[in-house]
C-alpha cells in the first residue's frame, strides 16, 4: 500500500498544478494547494477532494478573530519588538488566511498552564480555543463546554491531516471522542515513539564472538559475557536501566516509552503492566496483576542481582550520559535514543557501533506495547461561531502544511497559536522504507521535491542521506563506519531512522497491545496518584533486591483494597 502511494506520488508530483486548475481550484494567497496523490486516480482530482482541500485552506473575506489562551515556555523568547499576539506566524496566518489571533492569557507551560486550563473549566471561561489534556479536554466536553466538531471537521481538515488521522487505524478521533462525538483536534505521534527495541554495542558483540539477541535468553547470555569479558574495563555495565528520572515501564497515561526501562522486556513475557487491558472474555484487567508480570520482575530481579542490571539504576542522575561514557553494552528505548539521544556516545567514540534489534518470544513471536495515539487536544469553546471554529481547524491544516516554511532559529515554533503536533502514525517506518530506496537506487531524490504530503520531513530526509551513508552497500546491515558525521545533525536523524527504526520498520509484529484506557475515572482523580507511587516503589525495590518478590504480592492485595477495583469497574464502564 505505500509503495502505490509513493508511485503515485511520484506520477502526479509535476501534475499538481494542472490538475488543480483543470477542477477549478485556485491557490490562495498561501500558495497553490496541494492534491495528495491518494486521491489523484487516472489523471483526474475528484471534485469532493478539490472542494475539501479549498475549504481547508480557505483565506476568510473578512478577518476572523480568534481568541486564545497560551502556554509559553519560560526560557523561550521573541525577538525584541514581537510579542505571542504578533509574530511571523500570527502575520502568517492574517495575511494568507484572515485570521487574527488574540491572546487572552498566557501562562508558563508546565504547571502553570495546567492550573490555568483547570480554572477555566471550572468557571466555564474557556477561550475560543486553548491547548489541553486528555484529562481537561474530557471534563470539558462532559461539563458540555466543548464545540461538537464532529461534522465540521471532516469538511474543514486537510487531506494532509486526513493522511495523519487515517494512519492511527481511526484512534486518533476515537480518543479526541466522548460517546462518539469529536470535541477536539488530537495531536498525533509516531507509534514507535511508544515501542521499545534493545540498543546493543554490535562491536562488542563482534569482539566477543556473540550474535544479536533474539529472545530474553539471549540478552541475559550477552550480559552474563559482558559481566564476564569487561570490554569497557572494570566500569562496564551489561544493562542500563532507569535514571532516577524515568520508571521501569510507561503506564496508560504515558504515549513515548521509557529509555532504560523494560518495558520489551515484559512484551517478551507477554504481559504489559502499567495499562489496563480487556481479556478475551471481555473483562477488564490491569496488567501489573498477572503470573507473567511477576515472573518478569523475579527475572529481572535475578539480573540485578548477578550484576547484569546497572546497580545505580533509579538513583543514577542520568542514563544517557552513562550510555555516552561508553561503558554500557545494552539499553532498552525508543527508536530516536540510538541517533537524537546518545549524539554524544559518537562524538566520545565514533567506533561506538550501536545497533537495535527486536526482542521475541520464547516461541519466536514479536509482541510489543504501544502508547496513546494522541499526545493532546485543541479544544473550541461551544459558544464560539462556526467561522471562529472553522479558523481553528484551518490553522491545524496549515500548521502541518507549512511548518517547514518557518525560520524557528530567533522564533521557536512553540509560539505558533494553539500548537496542535501532527506525524503520521508510520511517518519513521515509511520513512525508512523511501530512504533504503533511495539509497538502492530505485528512486531519485528529486522524485520526492514539491510533493504535497503528511510526511513533512520526507523530501529533506531524502535530499541528505546520500550524503550521511555515503558507506551504503544494498543487503548489508548498517554500522556506525558507513556514516558520516560531518552534518552532525543530518548524521543523529539517519542514525535514528535507519538504525534505531530498522526493527520496527522491518519486523511484523504478532501482537500489537495498547490500553484500553488513556484517562482518569473518577476513583483514580483521589487514588491513582498514590496506588502508582505505591506501584513504582514496589517494582523498583524487588528488581533492586530491597524486597523480595512477596512484596508484589501484598501490593496487589494493597491495590485492590485501595481503589484498585472500584477502578477496574470504572473502566469496564467505559468499554
Known amino acids: 500500500m505505500k509503495k502505490k502511494k509513493l508511485v503515485s506520488m511520484l506520477l502526479v508530483g509535476a501534475m499538481t498544478f494542472s490538475l488543480l486548475a483543470g477542477c477549478g481550484s485556485k491557490p490562495t494567497d498561501a ?92 468557571s466555564n471561561t474557556l477561550p475560543d480555543a486553548m491547548t489541553v489534556s486528555r484529562e481537561y479536554m474530557l471534563k470539558a466536553a462532559r461539563s458540555g463546554q466543548l464545540y461538537d466538531i464532529t461534522d465540521l471537521f471532516q469538511q474543514m481538515q486537510s487531506p494532509q491531516v486526513k493522511e495523519v488521522m487515517e494512519s492511527t487505524g481511526g484512534e486518533a478521533i476515537k480518543e479526541a471522542s466522548v460517546d462518539g462525538r469529536q470535541y477536539a483536534i488530537p495531536a498525533t505521534e509516531v507509534e514507535t515513539a511508544g515501542i521499545q527495541v534493545i540498543n546493543i554495542r554490535q562491536d562488542w558483540l563482534d569482539e566477543c564472538g556473540l550474535e544479536a539477541p533474539k529472545t530474553l535468553d539471549d540478552v541475559e547470555n550477552i550480559a552474563k559475557v559482558f559481566a564476564e569479558k569487561k570490554p569497557a574495563g572494570e566500569d562496564t555495565i551489561p544493562i542500563a536501566g532507569p535514571d532516577k528520572n524515568t520508571n521501569c515501564y510507561t503506564t496508560f497515561q504515558e504515549t513515548a516509552t521509557t529509555t532504560g526501562g523494560f518495558d520489551a522486556v515484559f512484551s517478551a513475557n507477554d504481559c504489559y503492566p502499567g495499562i489496563f487491558l480487556k481479556d478475551e472474555n471481555g473483562n477488564v484487567t490491569y496488567g501489573t496483576d498477572s503470573a507473567a508480570t511477576r515472573a518478569t ?35 532498552f528505548g525508543a527508536w530516536w535514543v540510538s541517533g537524537y539521544g546518545i549524539g554524544d556516545a559518537y562524538r566520545n567514540d565514533p567506533t561506538a557501533n550501536w545497533q ?6 520464547d516461541d519466536n513471536k514479536y509482541y510489543v506495547k504501544a502508547g496513546s495515539a494522541t499526545t493532546g ?33 530567533e522564533q521557536p515554533l ?32 528529486e522524485d520526492y521535491q514539491g510533493i504535497s504530503s503528511a510526511y513533512k520531513l520526507l523530501a529533506n530526509d531524502v535530499s541528505v542521506v546520500k550524503d550521511v551513508v555515503p558507506g551504503y552497500e544494498s543487503g548489508k546491515q548498517l554500522s556506525i563506519e558507513d556514516f558520516s558525521m560531518e552534518n552532525f545533525g543530518d548524521f543523529q536523524r539517519m542514525y535514528s531512522l535507519l538504525i534505531g ?32 507511587s505505591m506501584e513504582k516503589e514496589m517494582v523498583m ?34 468499554q
Not at 65 to 93: A, F, K, M, R, W
Not at 414 to 434: G, I, K, N, Q, S
Not at 507 to 531: A, G, H, I, Y
Not at 543 to 569: H, M, N, P, R, V
Open 414 to 445: 512553540d509560539f505558533w497559536p494553539v500548537r496542535t503536533l501532527m506525524a503520521p502514525a508510520d511517518e519513521c517506518e515509511y520513512t525508512y522504507h523511501e530512504l533504503i530506496n533511495v539509497l538502492d537506487g530505485k528512486t531519485s531524490p
Open 501 to 532: 527504526d530498522r526493527p520496527y520498520a522491518t519486523t511484523t509484529v504478532d501482537k500489537k497491545t495498547r490500553s484500553c484506557v488513556f484517562s482518569q475515572t473518577p476513583t483514580m482523580e483521589s487514588k491513582w496518584s498514590n496506588l502508582l
Open 356 to 361: 537495535a534489534y527486536p526482542i521475541y518470544t
Open 541 to 574: 525495590k524487588v528488581i533492586t533486591g530491597k524486597s523480595d518478590i512477596s512484596a508484589y504480592d501484598e501490593f496487589i492485595k494493597k491495590w485492590k483494597a485501595e481503589g484498585g477495583d472500584t477502578i477496574l469497574q470504572e473502566v469496564a464502564e467505559l
Open 297 to 331: 520482575l523475579e527475572r529481572l530481579a535475578d539480573w540485578y542481582q548477578k550484576g547484569y542490571i546497572d546497580q545505580e539504576m533509579g538513583t543514577r542522575d542520568s542514563t544517557i550520559e552513562l550510555i555516552n561514557s561508553g561503558k554500557v553494552g545494552m539499553f
Open 31 to 122: 500558495g497553490t494547494a496541494d492534491v495528495p496523490a491518494s486521491e489523484v486516480e487516472g489523471g483526474s482530482v475528484s471534485t469532493e477532494t478539490a472542494g475539501s482541500q479549498e475549504a481547508a485552506f480557505q483565506k476568510f473575506p473578512e478577518v476572523v478573530e480568534v481568541h486564545i489562551g497560551q502556554g509559553v515556555s519560560p526560557t523561550d523568547t521573541l525577538p525584541e519588538g514581537l510579542s505571542v499576539e504578533n509574530n511571523q506566524y500570527t502575520d502568517y496566518l492574517l495575511e494568507n488566511f484572515n485570521i487574527k489571533v488574540v491572546v487572552d492569557w498566557t501562562a508558563a507551560s508546565g504547571n502553570d498552564y495546567t492550573q490555568k486550563v483547570a480554572l477555566c473549566i471550572a
Open 377 to 409: 487536544y485543541c479544544v473550541i469553546n461551544k459558544n464560539a461561531s462556526e467561522d471562529v471554529a472553522k479558523a481553528v481547524i484551518i490553522m491545524a491544516n496549515v500548521l502541518l502544511r507549512d511548518e517547514s516554511k518557518f525560520d524557528v532559529s
